[in-house]
């Protein structure tokens, strides 16, 4: 990994306040979860409508900006210049649309076209493909609640706190630990397992490891792309691609748990282990604040 070592020494303003990772998600759960919790118990609900479980999530999602914004505002009153305002270039967006491809579409033709399960019938590939359009739209606020808090403004000021790896992994887990409620909600649905509790212990296990190395992809998107537009665009992507295959032509266990897994926690260690990261605060506010000198130690 490299990752320069770069002090900018700030001009604070006798308003600002440090920096508390409690204090900033005891504000970001109190405002979220509800929602997500909501989620669970009436979302999950196959009597309600889809709508009712997708707004629900999607506000779970939006409250992370609400509460991020808060934080930055009036609580920490340090501003938001580094969380990424740019658009990126194409070539950024090709790439995250050809690693959601990779992870979901690849893998679902694979299991297709290898007999692993039969094709349904009545699938339309126009259909899959206008559901999709309409939800990654509809998507792009909620996803990008949740990149302008946990990568826009919580990594980098762990990154000021910590090592670079150190930050990485704090931001993974709280991201994990954030989506508790509904892995909770999972787990306790889950059957063959033994009963609620082993099943939410076996969905907690399962998913640590890939969700944080997930979180990891998200930062390095943002990262090396110093823009929250394309980690947006990414994780609405994502998601709804997910959705749109899982609820025409269906996940067998070799795309849902097996593929997904392991690229994404390959792809994630790589990149933990080896990726150019930029995280230093003062190198993202260099455009936002010239004033400041860079001081490069070795």
């Known amino acids: 990994m490299t990752a ?46 889809p709508l009712m479980s997708y707004s629900l999530s ?11 914004f808060i934080a930055g505002r009036y609580v920490f009153r340090d501003g938001f210049a580094d969380a990424g305002w740019s658009w990126g270039k194409p070539r950024h967006y090709l790439a995250v649309f050809g690693l959601v491809i990779f992870v979901w579409v690849v893998p679902t033709v694979l299991e297709l076209a290898l007999g692993m399960r039969s094709t ?12 999709f ?6 998507t792009l606020i909620p ?18 706190r ?9 931001q ?58 394309v980690a947006t665009a990414y994780h609405s992507a994502f998601d709804e691609t ?10 067998g266990p070799f795309v849902d748990v097996v593929w997904q897994n392991i690229v994404l926690t390959l792809l994630g260690v790589v990149l933990l282990w080896k990726g150019n990261w930029k995280l230093d605060r003062g190198v993202m506010l260099e455009e936002h604040e010239p004033g400041w000198r860079v001081k490069a130690e070795t």
């Open 133 to 138: 359009l309409l939800r990654f739209v509809a």
């Open 242 to 251: 997910r959705d749109a295959l899982e609820t025409s032509v269906g996940f």
């Open 58 to 68: 999607s506000l779970s999602m939006v409250m992370v900006a609400v509460g991020t």
């Open 143 to 160: 996803a990008f609640g949740e990149e302008f808090g946990w990568r826009g403004y919580m990594l980098p000021r762990l990154a000021q």
């Open 172 to 229: 993974a887990f709280v991201w994990w630990a954030w989506h508790l409620p509904t892995l909770v909600g999972f787990g306790a649905r889950t059957e063959g397992v033994g009963g609620p509790v082993l099943g939410v212990a076996v969905v907690l296990l399962i998913s640590i490891v890939p969700s944080m190395m997930h979180a990891v992809i998200y930062a390095y998107i943002w990262s090396s792309t110093q823009s929250l537009a």
């Open 120 to 131: 349904p019938t009545g699938v339309i590939a126009t259909e899959i493909l206008a559901v």
């Open 4 to 49: 320069a070592n770069l002090h900018r020494p700030r001009q604070v303003s006798e308003e600002q306040r440090p920096f508390s990772l409690t204090v900033y998600l005891l504000i970001v759960v109190a405002l979220s979860w509800p929602f997500q919790i909501a989620y669970v118990l009436w979302g999950f609900d196959k009597t309600q409508t």
């Open 162 to 170: 910590y090592a670079v790896r150190r930050a990485l992994l704090v």
